[in-house]
């Protein structure tokens, strides 16, 4: 199927032989379906869709036998930027992403200092300025200090949101008393995304594990139970506030089941690794580096995830990159940080799927681009289509080849996936326009941008309701 020439402006030949690139020879993934098509550029946007014989620009990217898909919009990573950049910092978290074919990230608050005003909200803006490869946002932290000002810190620019740590993970950001979690809830109107397990629980189960233990009881002393009372528990009191939820890493049959009673106000992530790997033989195979929080659990989770994403109930992929370097991965359990690479590996691994027919690549770019652009209300991103954001990444979906530490440009330099063959590969990568990524090799100099939400393009006195002004 091919698409006949269409162009912002009047679509005369001379306004459309205007281009600034020009993607050519490619099979496109539009919201029409994948169709052969060449992509015209103008000033960061999509201008034109077709054929477009006759058009020129200065630059003219073959992308013959190439699958051009929407960037990949990874709504969970820690770049541990600042105060853990022995792990990872904004450069080489942002281009790890953008090796992977990930041209926008919003980041979580669990840094030192941890995101929590709007002070700390600009530092990371400012780190990002000038060395972040891709588009980016940072989520804000809530706090038992922060509570009443969330709403206030939800609506800066460059804010994702508020993030709710409702169990303990890297980091001491947790609010996990019931009239906390309320208050949260009850400040501010954006949806707040979720990191859901049962704190009391986990401290009570952390015996089984304290003094050491195999790795192995990861998915024990955390299980199943932590994770779907305290979904439960969320959806209650995010009904009775009225408020919009989106639970990250769902990792459980049961909490997939309490979700698609929710569907008015809570939204769903799940993650690659949650879908790829299951206990207990990821953690021998693995040791430490398939550690994370909630943990990989076993294979009916995993079959139930799917199922899921199947039926339509999950709305995001997201990475949940979380590095820490392998020194600190070879601690004894249960002293070894939870956390792993992944947002390099996000889009090989899931077009290693679609070539295993778990999914198709349109569900792909639903779940990785329109997905987060329709959740998280972006202004101008997630599709191929004129006007939008010229954010693409361009994929041999037919090339084989191995997953290997080396590849991984992450500062933790290590992937739970080495040595793993998989079928589809990132080639290029493009953020509004500008080429970052050229034959798997990054190019030029880092261009991201603070990614801008439909909510905060305008001021808090143009929002109902919302108009008294705060002091931050």
């Known amino acids: 199927m091919g698409l006949k020439p269409w162009t912002m402006g009047r679509g005369t030949l001379d306004r459309m032989s205007a281009f600034d690139l020009i993607l050519a020879g490619g099979e496109v993934l539009t919201p029409a379906g994948l169709v052969s098509a060449n992509v015209g550029v103008r000033n960061g946007r999509v201008a034109a869709l077709g054929d477009l014989a006759g058009a020129e620009a200065p630059e003219i990217l073959d992308v013959i036998g190439l699958t051009v898909m929407p960037g990949v919009i990874d709504t969970q990573v820690h770049f541990r930027e600042p105060g853990l950049e022995h792990k990872e910092d904004l450069e080489s978290g942002s281009r790890a992403a953008a090796l992977g074919g990930v041209t926008a990230f919003f980041e979580m608050p669990n840094t030192k200092p941890a995101t929590t005003t709007r002070q ?46 409702m169990g303990s993970s890297t980091g001491d950001l947790l609010v996990h008393e ?12 954006r949806r707040v995304s979720v990191h859901s397990e049962d704190e009391e629980r986990l401290r009570e189960r952390r015996g089984l594990v304290e003094g050491g233990a195999p790795v192995t009881m990861h998915p024990e002393w955390r299980d199943a139970e932590a994770a779907i009372m305290n979904t439960r528990r969320l959806l209650e009191l995010a009904a009775d506030a009225r408020r919009r939820v989106h639970v990250l890493h769902v990792t459980t049959l049961e909490e997939m089941q309490l979700l698609a009673d929710a569907r008015e106000f809570a939204t769903v992530e799940v993650t690659p690794q949650h879908l790829t790997l299951s206990a207990p033989e990821c953690y021998e195979a693995l040791g430490s580096r398939a550690q994370m929080n909630p943990p990989v659990r076993e294979e009916r989770h995993r079959l139930a995830l799917w ?6 109930l999950v709305d995001v992929l997201g990475s949940d990159h979380a ?28 077009l290693d799927h679609v070539n295993d027919g778990l999914l198709s690549l349109e569900r792909l770019a639903d779940l990785t681009s329109a997905g987060p652009a329709r959740i998280f209300n972006i202004a101008g991103k997630g599709r191929i289509a004129i006007g939008y954001d010229a954010d693409f990444a361009v994929v041999d979906r037919k090339a084989e080849w191995t997953i290997t530490d080396k590849w991984i440009a992450s500062k933790s330099a290590w992937t739970p996936y080495q040595g793993r063959l998989v079928k589809g590969k990132p080639i290029h990568t493009l953020v509004r326009g500008n080429v970052v990524v050229r034959d798997g090799a990054i190019e030029g100099r880092p261009l991201g941008e603070p990614v801008r939400f439909l909510e905060t393009l305008v001021s808090r006195d143009e929002l109902p309701g919302l108009g008294l002004r705060y002091d931050l």
């Open 120 to 165: 700390a909200l600009e530092d990371k803006l400012r780190r990002a300025a000038g060395r972040a490869w891709v588009d980016h946002a940072f989520f804000v932290g809530a706090t038992a200090s922060n509570i009443s000002r969330l709403g206030m810190l939800e609506m800066l620019p460059g804010c994702a949101g508020v993030k709710l740590f």
């Open 178 to 189: 019931t009239a906390a979690v309320a208050g949260v809830l009850g400040n501010g109107f």
């Open 307 to 312: 199922r899921a994403l199947e039926q339509g």
């Open 323 to 350: 590095p820490h370097t392998l020194e600190e991965k070879k601690q004894a359990y249960p002293a070894s940080p939870s956390g792993m690479t992944g947002v390099q590996t996000l889009l090989p691994i899931m």
